[in-house]
């Protein structure tokens, strides 16, 4: 949980930029999303193994241009 404590004569715009450095930073955002949609665990699994397909590919690929 994102709480912010508003500090003297603090500016609404700099509570605000601290607020969102806080969300950003627990990744609140990035959770919702995930849990926005019920994924079935088969479908994360997949998920999960294309994503290390692209990863592994993406490096054979900077690998071959260095050579």
């Known amino acids: 949980m994102a709480i912010v404590i ?3 004569n ?3 715009e700099k509570v605000l930029k601290r607020f969102k450095r806080l969300v950003d930073q627990e990744q ?3 959770e919702v999303k995930r849990r926005e ?3 079935k665990p ?3 699994k ?3 193994e294309r994503a290390r397909r692209k990863r592994i590919m993406k490096a054979l690929k900077k690998q071959q241009q260095l050579i």
């Open 46 to 48: 997949k998920k999960r």
């Open 28 to 30: 609140i955002l990035t």
């Open 10 to 12: 603090e500016s609404p």
């Open 37 to 39: 949609y019920y994924e």
């Open 42 to 44: 088969s479908e994360r």
């Open 6 to 8: 508003i500090h003297g």
